[in-house]
C-alpha cells in the first residue's frame, strides 16, 4: 500500500516516521491523541481521488486533515489509518470579470481568499472561524465551523455556491450547477435535492472536499463596534434578539462567564456592524435603541478593542487559560439561551471545589447565528498535569450531556456527541443509510458517526 | 537550556497553526506538521511525554529549521520555537544523533577556530593594510565570514570609520568564531568555551563599544553572550546601528551620488532576533541618489535567505532552492543591486543572484563607496 501511495503522491510525500504520526494525532483540541498509520501530502485534487482508490482497495480508513485547527478532534484518528493533510491544495481561482464568486481548493486558507478578493475590491462574507489565519476552507465546510459574521450571513453553508468531493471510491462529484460538465460553481440549489448540504459538517464521513465556490460580495465602506453591560441573562439574550430581528449586527457575541472586567454586570454583548457610511450609522442608532430598551449600559471603547484583534485576542485568553482545551458548543433558540446558560453555570457551582484544586478554568459565551444562538463552553486545563487533562475530557462529555439533553443541538459529531446524534432514532437511521450509501466500506473517517 | 526546563513553554502552544501558511520557508517546500513550528512544538511535547525518542530520522528533520524565527513572529502566544528547539539539538548533539556535516563543522572550529576550517593565518591578510591596534575603546569583531570570505566588507567597516574619526582595534588572531552556529547546533560546550574566550579578549582589549557587521555575530554578542555569561562592560552595536548614530552627528559625508534602485534584504538575526530595521533604511535613504525599493516580503516578514551555512550540504535541493525564491523576490521588482546586512546573507544569496544579474552585497560597502572611500568594490 505504501508504495502505491508513493507512487501517487512521491515517495516524499509520504510519512510513517514516528514522529510525525505523533504530530498529526492532535488537532487543536484536547481530544487524547491517537496515532495515524501514515500520512499523505497531496497537492492535486487528483491526487486525493488516487489515494481514496488505494485506500478503497485495502479497506483502511481516511482520515481527512485541513489545518488541523479544529477543537472537536474531526482530524484526530478514532482508528488508524490514512490521514490526507489537505493543506497542499492551494489554488483559488476568481473567473469571472467581476469576481461574484471564488473557486478555492480546500487547503487554501481563509486569510488568503479575503487577500485576493480585496484586491478586486469584494470580499466573503463570513471571514473564518476563531483560527482565520491557518484554518484551511475545506476543513471549517467539513466541520461547519463558526465564523466571524454569523449574525448578518448565518451558518457556513449559506455561502456556498458548489462543492467538489471526492469520494470514499475515489470518483469526483460537482454538487449543484457544476454538476453539469458544462456549468461553473455559481448556484447551489438546482438538479434535486441539495447535495451540497450533505458534506457541510459531515466531518469527512461522506467525502473528502477539494473544492468550494463561495459567494462574494463587495467590499464594506464602513465598520462600527459596540460593547455593552446587562445585569441580567434575560436582557442580554433580549438585546440579543433584538439585533436579530432587525438583522442588524453583522457579528455578535456575549460574554456570560467570564465577563472581561472592562465590561463588568452579569452579562457583556459586543457587536460589530458593517455596511455604506450611512448604513452603518442607521444601524448603529437603531441598535443603541434595542440595547437601551433591554437595559444595557454602554461600554466605549470595549467593542472596538475586541473586533479590532478579533482572532488574537481569543487566541491569547484561550492560550492564558489552558493552555489545554476543548469545547461544547451548540444551537438553541436566542431567547432560551438564559436558561440553558443558569444550568451550565450550576454545573460548574457543583464541581467548583474540584475545577479549582485542577487549575480547570471554564468560560461561557454566545454568538448569534442569524436565528438562533450557539452556545460554546470552553473548559481549559494544563494538560502538563495528566489528572486534570483526564478530567477535563470526562467534564467535557458530562456537559455535552446536559447540553444536548436540554435542547441544544451540536455542530459538531465524532468524539463529543455523536453518542448522543444516535439517539435520534430516525435522524441517526438516515444518516447512516447515506453513509452506507456513499461509504459502504466504512473507510471515510470511521468512528465518527 | 535543557528540554525539560522549557516544560512550560512547550505546553504554552495551543496548536492555532498560525505558525504555518506563508510563515515557514521549510514548512512551504516540504509540507509536513513536523517541518515547521507547531509540529517542532508538538514533537518537544512528545519527547518530554516520553511518547517519542531522539533518533536519528528525527535530527534530520530537527536540523532543517533555520531558526529563522518567522514563526515566533506570528505566534499569539509567544512561543520560544527558536529556543525549544536549540534544547532538543542539544539533546540530539549529546547523543551523537547529529548530522555528521554539523560534527564536521565542529571540528573546524575546535582546530582552526572558524566554521569555515580555514587556517587561523589567513584570518588577519585583510587587515595588512591598516596597522590596527589590539586594544581601543572602539572595537570591530569582524566575523569569520567577513575575516576569510569577504574581506573588502572588512577593508570598507575600517575605512569608513577611519573617514570617520574613529581609531578601531581589532583581536587580530585571537578572535575565535563567536559561537553562534554551536549554540545553533546543539554543541553548547563549544560554544561557551568560544564565548568565554572571546569575552576575556574583548575585555582585556579595553573596549566600551564592539562593533560587527555581521548579523549572527551581533545577536551572539547582545544576546547570547550576556544569557549565558551575565552583563557586559561593553555595548554591542551592529555596523547599522553606529552608521546611524555617526550620521546624525554629521560625521560621515557622502561625497558621491549613487544612481541606483536597490533593494534591502533584512537578515534574520539583525532583524527578527534583533530589532533592527530602520537603521539600514535611514542609511540607505541618507545615500544621495539611491532609490530604495522594498520586496513584498520585508521587515518582520522577511524571507529567510535559506540560513545554516550547512544547510546546503545537509539538504542540498532545500540548501539550493531557499536562496532562490529570495532572489526572485528581488529580481521581480527589476532591481540590479540588493543589499543586506549580513556577510552569510551575501554568501548565500550571491549563488542565485549571479544567474539572475544581480549583484548582492553587504551594506557598508555602499556607504564606502558614496564617501569615496573604498571605490566600487562589490566587484
Request: glycine share 10%; charged share 25%; aromatic share 8%.
Amino acid at each position: 500500500m505504501y508504495s502505491l501511495l508513493a507512487g501517487i503522491v512521491g515517495p516524499e510525500n509520504v510519512s510513517r516516521e514516528d514522529f510525525e504520526l505523533w504530530c498529526y494525532s492532535r488537532d487543536a483540541g484536547s481530544v487524547f491523541p491517537q496515532l495515524p498509520e501514515c500520512v499523505v501530502t497531496p497537492k492535486s485534487k487528483k491526487q486525493v481521488a488516487e489515494v481514496l482508490k488505494v485506500a478503497d482497495r485495502y479497506k483502511k480508513p481516511v482520515i481527512p486533515r485541513g489545518a488541523g485547527s479544529s477543537m472537536c478532534g474531526a482530524p484526530v484518528p478514532l482508528k488508524r489509518g490514512i490521514v490526507i493533510d489537505l493543506t497542499g491544495l492551494k489554488r483559488i481561482k476568481i473567473q469571472d470579470e467581476g469576481g461574484l464568486f471564488v473557486r478555492a481548493e480546500a487547503g487554501v486558507i481563509w486569510t488568503e481568499i479575503i487577500e485576493v478578493l480585496k484586491q478586486r475590491g469584494r470580499g466573503i462574507g463570513l471571514e473564518g472561524p476563531w483560527s482565520a489565519p491557518s484554518a484551511t476552507v475545506g476543513g471549517s465546510i467539513a466541520v461547519g465551523a463558526i465564523c466571524m459574521g454569523t449574525a448578518k450571513y448565518g451558518g457556513l453553508g449559506t455561502q456556498i455556491l458548489g462543492l467538489e468531493v471526492a469520494l470514499a471510491d475515489g470518483s469526483i462529484v460537482k454538487t449543484g450547477s457544476a454538476a453539469n460538465p458544462k456549468n461553473e460553481m455559481v448556484m447551489r440549489d438546482c438538479n434535486g435535492a441539495d447535495l451540497t448540504g450533505l458534506f457541510i459538517g459531515s466531518h469527512g464521513t461522506l467525502g473528502i472536499i477539494t473544492e468550494v465556490s463561495l459567494k462574494t460580495y463587495p467590499l464594506h465602506q464602513a465598520e462600527a463596534y459596540y460593547a455593552y453591560s446587562f445585569e441580567s441573562l434575560e436582557d442580554a439574550a433580549k438585546a440579543v434578539y433584538g439585533l436579530a430581528k432587525d438583522e442588524i449586527a453583522f457579528d455578535c457575541r456575549m460574554f456570560v462567564y467570564p465577563v472581561p472586567e472592562e465590561i463588568g454586570g452579569r452579562a457583556g454583548v459586543v457587536y460589530m456592524l458593517k455596511g455604506s457610511t450611512s448604513q452603518v450609522q442607521e444601524l448603529g442608532e437603531k441598535s443603541k435603541k434595542i440595547m437601551r430598551l433591554a437595559h444595557g449600559k454602554n461600554i466605549p471603547k470595549f467593542g472596538e478593542q475586541y473586533y479590532k484583534g478579533r482572532f488574537t485576542a481569543r487566541v491569547k485568553a484561550f492560550g492564558e487559560a489552558g493552555p489545554g482545551w476543548l469545547e461544547v458548543a451548540g444551537y438553541i433558540p436566542i431567547l432560551r439561551y438564559p436558561d440553558i446558560a443558569k444550568e451550565i453555570i450550576n454545573f460548574w457551582e457543583k464541581r467548583e471545589e474540584e475545577a479549582k484544586k485542577l487549575n480547570v478554568k471554564w468560560s461561557l459565551g454566545a454568538l448569534l447565528e442569524t436565528h438562533s444562538i450557539n452556545i460554546p463552553v470552553a473548559i481549559f486545563c494544563n494538560e502538563v498535569k495528566r489528572e486534570a487533562w483526564q478530567r477535563i475530557n470526562n467534564y467535557w462529555h458530562e456537559l455535552a450531556e446536559l447540553m444536548y439533553e436540554g435542547g441544544v443541538s451540536p455542530y459538531w459529531i465524532g468524539h463529543i456527541s455523536s453518542h448522543i446524534v444516535k439517539r435520534w432514532g430516525s435522524y441517526y437511521q438516515l444518516y447512516k443509510r447515506i453513509k452506507k450509501t456513499l461509504d459502504p466500506d466504512n473507510t471515510l473517517n470511521p468512528g465518527m458517526l | 537550556m535543557k528540554l525539560k526546563d522549557l516544560t512550560e513553554e512547550v505546553y504554552k502552544c495551543i496548536r492555532c497553526g498560525w505558525c504555518r501558511e506563508k510563515v515557514c520557508p521549510i514548512r512551504e517546500e516540504l509540507g509536513f506538521e513536523s517541518t515547521y513550528a507547531r509540529g517542532i512544538v508538538l514533537t518537544a511535547r512528545g519527547l518530554l511525554e516520553k511518547q517519542l525518542n531522539y533518533s536519528t530520522r528525527l535530527a534530520n528533520r530537527m536540523y532543517l529549521c533555520l531558526e529563522c524565527a518567522n514563526c515566533m513572529e506570528h505566534c499569539p502566544l509567544d512561543v520560544d520555537v527558536v529556543g525549544i528547539m536549540n534544547a532538543m539539538r542539544q539533546d540530539l548533539a549529546k547523543a551523537g544523533l547529529a548530522p555528521e556535516i554539523f560534527k564536521q563543522v565542529d571540528l573546524y572550529v575546535d582546530s582552526t577556530k572558524n566554521p569555515l576550517g580555514i587556517e587561523r593565518s589567513e584570518m588577519v591578510k585583510w587587515s595588512e593594510d591598516f596597522n590596527l591596534p589590539r586594544k581601543g575603546k572602539v572595537l570591530f569583531f569582524v566575523g569569520c565570514y567577513s575575516s576569510y570570505k569577504f574581506p573588502k566588507t572588512a577593508r570598507a567597516t575600517v575605512r569608513i570609520l577611519h573617514q570617520a574619526g574613529i581609531d578601531v582595534a581589532y583581536l587580530a588572531e585571537e578572535e575565535w568564531c563567536c559561537g553562534i552556529a554551536q549554540y545553533i547546533d546543539g554543541s553548547a560546550d563549544l560554544a561557551k568555551r568560544l564565548m568565554v574566550h572571546n569575552l576575556g579578549e574583548i575585555k582585556n582589549s579595553g573596549a566600551k563599544k564592539v562593533v560587527t557587521t555581521c548579523a549572527g555575530c551581533y545577536t551572539s554578542l547582545k544576546h547570547e553572550y550576556p544569557k549565558r555569561m551575565g552583563e557586559l562592560p561593553f555595548q554591542v552595536l551592529h555596523i547599522t546601528e553606529l552608521l546611524e548614530d555617526l550620521i546624525n552627528e554629521g560625521k560621515i559625508d557622502f561625497k558621491n551620488k549613487i544612481k541606483k534602485r536597490v533593494t534591502y534584504h533584512d537578515p534574520c538575526h539583525l532583524g527578527r532576533h534583533s530589532g533592527l530595521y530602520d537603521e539600514p533604511r535611514k542609511i540607505l535613504n541618507h545615500i544621495p541618489g539611491l532609490q530604495l525599493v522594498e520586496m513584498p516580503r520585508n521587515r518582520e516578514n522577511t524571507r529567510c535567505c535559506g540560513g545554516e551555512l550547512v544547510l546546503i550540504n545537509v539538504f542540498p535541493e532545500l540548501g539550493k532552492k531557499l536562496p532562490e525564491i529570495r532572489v526572485d523576490e528581488a529580481a521581480n521588482l527589476g532591481v540590479n543591486d540588493l543589499v543586506t546586512s549580513c556577510p552569510l546573507c551575501v554568501s548565500n544569496l550571491r549563488i542565485p543572484a549571479k544567474k539572475r544579474k544581480i549583484k548582492v552585497y553587504d551594506l557598508p560597502l555602499l556607504v564606502a563607496e558614496a564617501m569615496g572611500v573604498d571605490g566600487k568594490c562589490w566587484r
